[in-house]
């Protein structure tokens, strides 16, 4: 069969997202769905326009405008809530606002699986077609629908979702053209009957979830500076949380390469451990502090008693997630191939100790907490430490999941070391003197064999793997980590080696030796954002802060990042939005912004 990509594929990452922390959409400019997978994160996407469907065109919901010249999208002002105006050659324009229900109700959330739509003309007499085509099976197959008076199902297999609006249903069946002269609702979801009018239902439910959002924003401790960028990557941070289990995805798609026409395409649609922690890091910085409560009952599902972990695992506490291709889906912009499933599950990467254990620390010194940890919790976490003391001097394929080689990665050495270390901390707090010691002095050992053989006297820096002689960008996080002081000439040599050998512009490579796929192409947006937060470290402030701001302007329009962006004119690649990269944007701006003293 051959290929040929129709025109309105979409060709760039400039997206939004809307969810609840149980289902999400990404919506392009023109207010088109063109991801979302039902009925969870990791579900069938039933909206996969983006990445190209090759035997049934749709896999979108597009609310399409005639001669349509001109677009504009924001969010409303700290939501979820998205907000397209279109604009026609005749002077007719329209809003669409879009968004997933959220609000306190009866002691709960409510966060059903639907999108709500709410289109109204704004002048002229703007000609649209509603056009409603999702597929099943990774876009194989077109799902049988059925239709009532006021509604449309579509038997999605596991899930029967239903279309229910106050336009014609005939008008949406059949996608024919129609002057827009009212405001139209349209609910997508569960196959269940309204019990009122929709137009109302959609009324109250915007009201709410925007009411929602503003309040938990409202608490959030945010600094002084760029709070618009802070806000919007803690919003998305909270819609990549799947708050079922309480699981955090690395990212809401799978297989949008980390460059053009690359084999380096991976299904982020699971929770890495690591990632997950470093987002409630992040979260905890801000003042969040239940998705850290949420992500460690989740740790706490998936963790045998032993303590053994996996480095990621699925959203509903899946062990094994079988990578397999998918031919029914030619990739984002035909860039194939779309993978199903990640083999790092198999993988050995010793650091998920330490990122479980530092993401639990703070249950132990926060008093703002309902249930702090205490001699029980911290009995149910020293397993970890058993393992990460055990595996500290092991080869593995680190955090950079090397699929061809294993070495002793330092970063996942200096995680086993924080694992003991923050584990002696917090035996000191529960006065547990027998534990403090016995944790201190193994990560004593830990500390001193690391500095031993990740140093390289040679180069004057550290290296990526012990005895070795590249350099990686996760040694920007030594200081952080506490392993070693800011102001250790070994550290600040180490942050000075890697802005020679791995930044390019103003951005950073998270490595520059051939990997299993060959070299990498495009920078790695977190490490760009560690090499920012390093830099101010070591007293390189004012260049930081310059470099801050160019990596903002990176953003896309609605101040979204992906993975990976492209060295030359700053094109986003990668899995889309990117967990970690919003999370280096909110510590690298906590970290530069003025104190709020200066406000005043």
Not at 29 to 34: H, I, L, Q
Not at 329 to 348: C, F, S, T
Not at 434 to 441: G, I, L, P, S, T
Request: hydrophobic fraction near 40%; aromatic fraction near 10%; glycine fraction near 8%.
């Amino acid at each position: 069969m051959t290929w040929r990509a129709p025109p309105d594929l979409p060709t760039s990452l400039d997206l939004g997202i809307v969810g609840n922390g149980s289902f999400a959409a990404l919506i392009d400019g023109n207010a088109r769905v063109v991801w979302s997978c039902v009925p969870a994160f990791d579900g069938d996407p039933t909206f996969c326009a983006l990445l190209s469907p090759r035997v049934h065109e749709g896999g979108d919901f597009a609310i399409e405008l005639e001669d349509l010249v001109s677009s504009e999208q924001h969010y409303l002002t700290n939501t979820a809530v998205l907000r397209t105006v279109l604009r026609d050659a005749h002077g007719g324009s329209l809003e669409i606002v879009d968004f997933c229900p959220r609000w306190h109700q009866n002691e709960r959330f409510y966060r059903p699986v639907m999108l709500m739509r709410r289109i109204r003309p704004l002048s002229g007499l703007p000609r649209i077609r509603i056009r409603l085509r999702p597929l099943a099976d990774y876009g194989a197959t077109r799902p049988e629908s059925t239709w009532g008076s006021n509604h449309i199902r579509y038997l999605v297999p596991g899930f029967t979702l239903r279309l229910t609006g106050d336009v014609p249903v005939r008008l949406v069946r059949d996608a024919l053209p129609f002057v827009l002269d009212r405001e139209l609702h349209l609910v997508l979801g569960p196959d269940e009957t309204l019990t009122q009018p929709v137009d109302a239902f959609v009324r109250h439910a915007e009201e709410k979830t925007v009411a929602y959002w503003r309040e938990w924003v409202r608490y959030l401790s945010i600094p002084l500076e760029w709070q618009d960028a802070v806000i919007r990557s803690a919003i998305t941070l909270k819609l990549c949380q799947y708050e079922e289990t309480g699981a955090i995805v690395a990212a809401m798609t799978t297989s949008i390469p980390e460059a053009p026409n690359t084999v380096r395409n991976w299904d982020y649609r699971y929770c890495w451990l690591r990632d997950a922690a470093f987002v409630v890091r992040a979260f905890n910085r801000l003042g969040a502090t239940r998705s850290m409560e949420d992500y460690l009952r989740y740790v706490a599902n998936v963790a045998p008693p032993d303590g053994t972990l996996q480095p990621l695992y699925g959203i509903g506490f899946e062990r094994e997630l079988a990578e397999e291709q998918v031919d029914s889906l030619a990739g984002y912009r035909g860039m194939g191939p779309v993978r199903r499933g990640n083999l790092a599950w198999l993988q050995r990467q010793h650091d998920v100790y330490g990122s479980v254990v530092l993401a639990s620390t703070q249950l132990f010194f926060d008093q703002r907490l309902t249930r702090m940890g205490d001699a029980t919790t911290f009995a149910r976490i020293e397993p970890l430490g058993e393992r990460a003391f055990a595996l500290h001097d092991q080869p593995d394929a680190g955090l950079w999941e090397f699929r061809g080689r294993a070495e002793v990665h330092t970063y996942s050495s200096v995680m086993c070391w924080a694992a003991c270390d923050r584990l002696a901390r917090i035996a000191v707090h529960l006065n547990l003197p027998e534990r403090v010691r016995y944790w201190r002095q193994r990560a004593d050992l830990i500390h001193a064999r690391i500095v031993a053989q990740a140093y390289n006297e040679e180069l004057g820096h550290f290296v990526e793997a012990l005895d070795g002689n590249r350099l990686d960008a996760s040694l920007l996080l030594l200081a952080d980590l506490g392993f070693v002081k800011p102001e250790d000439p070994r550290f600040v040599r180490t942050v000075e080696a890697i802005g020679e050998h791995l930044r390019r512009g103003d951005a950073l490579f998270r490595y520059v030796a051939p990997d299993d796929f060959g070299s990498p192409e495009t920078s790695f947006t977190i490490c760009t954002f560690w090499y920012i937060d390093a830099l101010a470290t070591i007293g390189r402030r004012e260049e930081a802060r310059i470099l801050f701001e160019r990596i903002l302007a990176r953003r896309n329009p609605l101040g979204l990042l992906s993975e990976d962006l492209e060295f030359g004119g700053g094109e986003a690649w990668g899995n889309f939005p990117q967990t970690y990269s919003h999370v280096g944007l909110i510590n690298a701006a906590m970290r530069l912004s003025r104190p709020w003293q200066d406000a005043a």
